[in-house]
Structure formats: structure tokens, C-alpha cells
């Protein structure tokens, strides 16, 4: 019975430091990012009316929202979709009118990421995506292909983390940070 009992006891102490050595497998992973200006905000500010009959007041903006979708293929690839929404806003003075000028997108693009680290605190990762986007601005309504590249991505954290991505593209040209919840 003494014998019994001692290899219960050591196949439940190996069964417990087996589980807890073993990394959580995540499936999914879902984002939230924000910027607060970029490259086309800035251009788009620079677009003055040259002929003198408007004048302009100073850009405001909300910045750029991403929501991403990944769904992990093998420990190194993840397929998924990237969702973002650009807003930004300024006066535009006529000699008979004070109006909104408004830069306003939504774009939408299937991604795929490259993933090192794979499930450890610290994953780095490049994402490329290539999608369809639909410009709202004031006196255009027109669609565009979208697409983003991110060389560099780090995210920070188990099943919480934070991110920082280095990109250029219609999403954003600059950096993007924001939560993300693996699953």
C-alpha cells in the first residue's frame, strides 16, 4: 500500500509541474489599437484652396481606430482582418458660408502575421494586409484599395497584452498602440 501511494504521489507531483510547464495554447487574438494623426491627416492639411475664395481653420482630429481579428494557423502564422476608421476635421470660411471640412475613411483588409516568441510575454511580428477602403470625405465619396504593411510589431503580455506597431500603409503611417486579448 506504502508503494501505491508513493507513485500516486509522484505521478500527481509530475502531472502538476507537466501542466504548469506547458504554455497556454491561444487560438485567437483580438485587438484595439489608436493613433492620433498620420501622414494622409497631414497632407490632407496641406490641401488648401490656392485660389484665395476659402480659408481654412486648424485640423482637429480623433485619430485613427483599428480593430483586428487574427486566428492562428501554426505557432508562426495568423490569418485574420483589420478594421479602421479615420476622422479628422477642420472650418472652411467662404465669403458667404462657415462649413465642416471633413477627411473621413473605413477601411477593411484580410491580414496575415508573421509571428516569433509564439506564446511567450514577448511576441514579435510583422503583418501584411491588402483590403478595400471607402473614402467619406466632405465633397468625395469614392473607394480605394487599402493596404497596410508593419514590419515591426511587439506586443507585451500573456492573455492581456499591450502592443506597438511600426507601419506604413492606409491604416496608418507612423505607429499604432492599443490592447490586445488572446483567446
Do not use: C
Amino acid at each position: 500500500m506504502k508503494r501505491i501511494l508513493t507513485v500516486l504521489s509522484i505521478f500527481g507531483i509530475s502531472m502538476i509541474l507537466a501542466h504548469t510547464s506547458v504554455a497556454q495554447e491561444y487560438k485567437y487574438d483580438a485587438k484595439l489599437g489608436w493613433f492620433p494623426a498620420d501622414l494622409f491627416t497631414l497632407i490632407y492639411m496641406m490641401g488648401e484652396d490656392t485660389s484665395g475664395e476659402a480659408s481654412y481653420g486648424p485640423m482637429k482630429t480623433a485619430g485613427i481606430f483599428s480593430a483586428d481579428f487574427d486566428f492562428k494557423m501554426k505557432k508562426w502564422l495568423s490569418v485574420g482582418a483589420k478594421v479602421n476608421y479615420r476622422n479628422s476635421w477642420r472650418d472652411k470660411i467662404t465669403a458667404d458660408s462657415k462649413d465642416i471640412d471633413r477627411m473621413q475613411a473605413l477601411s477593411v483588409m484580410p491580414t496575415v502575421k508573421f509571428t516569433t516568441g509564439f506564446d511567450s510575454r514577448f511576441r514579435y511580428y510583422a503583418m501584411f494586409g491588402l483590403g478595400a477602403g471607402i473614402d467619406l470625405s466632405t465633397d468625395s465619396t469614392s473607394h480605394f484599395t487599402a493596404f497596410q504593411f508593419t514590419p515591426v510589431g511587439i506586443a507585451v503580455g500573456k492573455k492581456v497584452s499591450w502592443f506597438l506597431e511600426l507601419g506604413l500603409g492606409y491604416a496608418y503611417t507612423g505607429y499604432m498602440t492599443g490592447i490586445s486579448w488572446r483567446f
